[in-house]
C-alpha cells in the first residue's frame, strides 16, 4: 500500500514515504517495551506536565499542521483549525483530571466486611504498550482522543494511522518527543495494513483501539480475540436525525446542514438520515434543501469554502454508487447528484446532495453514506420514526428535535445508540463518554470511561 500526501482537491501527489521495515518494527516494539516500564512508575504530576507541553506546542503549531491537514485529507483548513483546537482542549482536560478519575476507590467496609477483608480497595493500572489504528477524517483528533488518556493512565502509544495522512502521523510523534516524552512513549508506525496482524500478536503490544470501517473492526477484533487482548472498536454510524412536530423546523433544519456536511460529510456522527413529521416535513425539507443547495464548495484552503472535496477518488466513487443506484430505484434528487459545476474533471468533490423517496431497497438506506449525501425521510408518528431510526446496523449516535419531554424519555429508552443529543447536533467532548453499539462498535472513548478502558482495574483485598 503506498504511503503517501495525495492532495484531493486537486490529486497531484506531493509525498512519498517508504514503509518501515520488519526490522525497524522490532526497533520501535522494543523501544516501546522499555519506554513503558519506566513511564508506569511516574508520578501523575509528572505525566501532567508533559501533557500540557504538548497542548502548548499543538497550540502554537496549529496553523501549520491545519495545513498539513487540509493537504492531505481535504477538510476545509477552518475546520482543521478547530481540530487541533480541540484537541489541546482534551489534553489539558485530562491533565488535570487524570488524577482523580483514576485514584484509589474503597468500598464500604459494611459492604466487605463479609468477605473477611479487614481492608479492600480497587486501584487503576495501566496496561503496557497500545496500537491505536486511526483513520484519515479527523486526523488529530481520532489520535488525541485516545493518546491523552492512555499516557496519562501510563500507557504509551503505538500509532499505525491512515495511509494518506503520513505527514499528520509524523507530527504526531514529533509532538510528544518535543514536549519532553521520553523515546518509545509514543511512536508512529508507518506500516501498512498488512503489517497490523504481525504488530497486534506481538507479546509486547497488550491491547488495541481502532476507528475505522466496520470490515477493519472486523478484522482487528478478530486477531486481538484470538490473543485474547482487550479492544475498543468506534466504527460506522449511520445517526439519524429526528424533527418532531413540536420542533423548532427552523433551528432544526439550519442545524441539520452543519450536521451533515462537517467534515465534508465525512464523519462517522454526521447525522445522516432526517427522519421528520409529516406535519413539519415540508417546511423542514424546504428549508433544509435550500440550505444545502447554496453551500460554497471550493478550495479547502480558503477560509469562505463551506464544503471541500472527498479524501479519496474512491470515496467519491463510493459514495456516487450509493446515489445512483438510489436514483435507479426511484429515490428524488432535491439538489445536488453529481460532481459540483466547475468540479467535473479536477479534485474529489461530490455536490450536497438531498435524496427524498428512499426506501429499504436502496443500499444508501442500508450503507453509511461518508460525504455530504442526506437522505429525508416522511413519518405518521413517533413509533414509526423511532422504528425507523433503528432500522438500521449502526449505532453511534442520533439526533432528536422535540420539545415534548414524553417524545424526550421515549427516544431516549428506545433508540439505539450511544448518543441521543437533543434540540441539538452530535459532538464528542472531554467530559463524556463516546462510542456506540451495534456494528457501530463497543467500549467507551474519553471522559471517566476512557481513561479506564486500557487500565487494569485491580482489587486489592487486605486481612490484618
Known amino acids: 500500500m503506498a504511503i503517501a500526501t495525495v492532495n484531493p482537491a486537486t490529486g ?23 519506554a513503558y516500564r519506566e513511564h508506569r512508575l511516574t508520578s501523575f504530576a509528572d505525566r501532567s ?57 474503597h468500598p464500604k467496609q459494611a459492604d466487605v466486611e463479609d468477605s473477611g477483608a479487614a481492608r479492600a480497595r480497587v486501584v487503576y493500572r495501566p496496561l503496557g504498550p497500545v496500537l491505536a489504528v486511526m483513520p484519515w477524517n479527523f486526523p488529530l483528533w481520532q489520535v488525541i482522543r485516545f493518546a491523552a488518556p492512555a499516557l496519562m493512565a501510563g500507557n504509551v502509544g503505538l500509532l499505525k494511522h491512515a495511509s494518506n495522512v503520513p505527514q499528520t502521523a509524523l507530527y504526531l510523534e514529533s509532538l510528544f518527543r518535543r514536549a519532553g516524552y521520553p523515546e518509545g512513549c509514543f511512536q508512529t508506525l508507518l506500516v501498512g495494513s498488512g503489517a497490523i496482524e504481525g504488530i497486534l500478536r506481538d507479546p509486547r503490544v497488550v491491547a488495541a483501539t481502532l476507528t475505522g470501517s466496520e470490515p477493519a473492526g472486523r478484522s482487528v477484533a478478530s486477531v486481538a480475540g484470538d490473543e485474547i487482548k482487550k479492544t475498543v472498536l468506534e466504527l460506522g454510524g449511520s445517526d439519524p436525525y429526528l424533527v418532531l412536530p413540536s420542533a423548532d423546523v427552523e433551528r432544526a433544519a439550519k442545524t441539520a446542514v452543519t450536521a451533515r456536511v462537517q467534515n465534508n460529510g465525512q464523519s462517522c456522527i454526521a447525522a445522516k438520515r432526517f427522519i421528520v413529521h409529516t406535519e413539519v416535513y415540508d417546511v423542514f425539507t424546504q428549508r433544509f434543501t435550500e440550505a444545502m443547495r447554496a453551500l460554497r464548495v471550493g478550495d479547502p484552503m480558503d477560509d469562505t469554502t463551506e464544503v471541500g472535496p472527498l479524501s479519496s477518488e474512491r470515496g467519491r466513487s463510493d459514495l456516487a454508487e450509493l446515489v445512483d443506484d438510489a436514483v435507479e430505484r426511484g429515490a428524488a434528487v432535491l439538489c445536488g447528484g453529481g460532481r459540483p459545476e466547475g468540479y467535473e ?29 442526506a437522505t429525508v425521510y416522511r413519518v405518521a408518528g413517533l413509533d414509526e420514526a423511532v422504528e425507523l431510526a433503528n432500522d438500521t446496523s449502526f449505532g453511534l449516535s442520533s439526533n432528536v428535535w422535540t420539545r415534548d419531554r414524553h417524545d424526550i424519555d421515549r427516544c431516549v429508552r428506545d433508540l439505539e445508540a450511544g448518543g441521543v443529543f437533543v434540540n441539538g447536533m452530535t459532538a464528542s467532548h472531554p467530559a463524556l463518554p463516546f462510542g456506540g453499539v451495534k456494528r457501530s462498535g463497543y467500549g467507551r472513548e474519553l471522559a471517566a470511561e476512557g481513561i479506564r478502558e486500557f487500565c487494569n482495574v485491580t482489587t486489592v483485598w487486605e486481612a490484618d
Open 49 to 105: 506536565r508533559l501533557l500540557r507541553r504538548a497542548a502548548e506546542l499543538l497550540e502554537e503549531d496549529t496553523p501549520e499542521i491545519a495545513r498539513t491537514m487540509t493537504l492531505e485529507m481535504g477538510k476545509t483548513v477552518g475546520s482543521a483549525r478547530a481540530e487541533a483546537a480541540k484537541c489541546v482542549k482534551a489534553m489539558r482536560w485530562y491533565a488535570d483530571r487524570a488524577e482523580s478519575l483514576l485514584a484509589d476507590e
Open 345 to 373: 474533471d479536477r479534485g474529489w468533490f461530490y455536490a450536497p446532495t438531498v435524496l427524498a423517496g428512499v426506501d429499504a431497497t436502496m443500499r444508501v438506506h442500508r450503507e453509511e453514506a461518508f460525504g455530504p449525501v
Open 12 to 34: 497531484e501527489t506531493l509525498r512519498t514515504f517508504e514503509a518501515l521495515t520488519s526490522e525497524e518494527i522490532e526497533k520501535r516494539l522494543v523501544r516501546a517495551e522499555e
